[in-house]
């Protein structure tokens, strides 16, 4: 990533997230972001999208709600959300940045494929926007301000990202630990990691007769590859991964030829 020049208070910055327009880690956000410029924009789900990665809306109407100066929901997806925001809000003087989050819960390994704040990130970087994703650990049982990290180090990560370049087709992932903002963390360049081990699904039985399932929490590993988003985290550091949105396995592609050449 080579460096770039420009002024940071000058930027046009778009928020968006998946726990939707009225949670606390968007807000968080958006204080983070006007640390940095006064052009922020947000496009928010009206409620929470958690769990609906990546999709988009193609079989119902989306309505878009003013709801304050440079403020907007909409009854969608956060894809929905960045689509809107680029071909409507928008359209005439796109973002240079998007960002997505702060997502209460972090988006590690192959749960990236899950997230809505990973999705949002995802459609932007499609649009060919600069795009970060933020989330944020936290543990019911702790008694400390879980957004105290992330208030710590958002802004100043940011800025040194938005300063920086990356490869069109990629995003960052940037997840926060659950601790102590008197604590001073490390903050690691990672790659995704795997923790899923199975499933946990609740049947239920109403009037004998219908059978309903909740697709409840996943089974997880506790034992994690150094070098890992989800090591970097259980150690209570701050992982950054860059992600890219081209799913080609490009080491299989000469196999697979060869595969079906003979």
């Not at 990629?170 to 997840?175: G, K, M, P, S, T």
């Not at 699904?201 to 009037?207: A, F, G, L, N, T």
């Not at 080491?251 to 060869?258: A, F, G, H, R």
Request: glycine share 8%; net charge neutral; aromatic share 6%.
């Amino acid at each position: 990533m080579a460096d770039i020049d420009f002024d940071l208070k000058k930027l046009r910055i778009l928020i968006c997230n998946d726990d939707g327009l009225n949670a606390v880690g968007i807000k968080e956000l958006e204080e983070i972001a006007r640390s940095l410029t006064n052009d922020v924009w947000i496009v928010a789900p009206e409620t929470d999208q958690s769990g609906t990665g990546h999709s988009l809306t193609i079989r119902s109407p989306l309505n878009i709600k003013t709801m304050g100066k440079k403020c907007f929901s909409v009854n969608g997806t956060p894809t929905d959300c960045i689509i809107l925001a680029m071909n409507k809000i928008l359209k005439d003087h796109r973002p240079d940045f998007v960002l997505s989050g702060i997502n209460r819960g972090v988006n590690l390994g192959e749960d990236v494929t899950y997230s809505g704040t990973i999705g949002a990130a995802i459609e932007a970087t499609l649009f060919g926007v600069p795009s970060i994703a933020m989330s944020q650990e936290y543990n019911d049982a702790e008694l400390i301000d879980e957004w105290g990290i992330s208030r710590k180090y958002g802004a100043k990560i940011l800025k040194k990202l938005l300063l920086s370049n990356w490869p069109k087709d990629v995003l960052i992932n940037i997840n926060f630990p659950c601790v102590s903002s008197d604590q001073n963390v490390d903050i690691e360049i990672t790659r995704e990691g795997r923790q899923k081990i199975g499933d946990e699904v609740i049947e239920q039985c109403e009037d004998n007769q219908i059978r309903s399932f909740w697709i409840g929490k996943k089974k997880k590993s506790n034992s994690f590859i150094n070098g890992t988003d989800l090591a970097a985290i259980k150690n209570g550091n701050i992982s950054i991964t860059p992600i890219s949105i081209n799913l080609t396995h490009k080491s299989s592609i000469k196999k697979l030829k060869k595969v079906f050449n003979e």
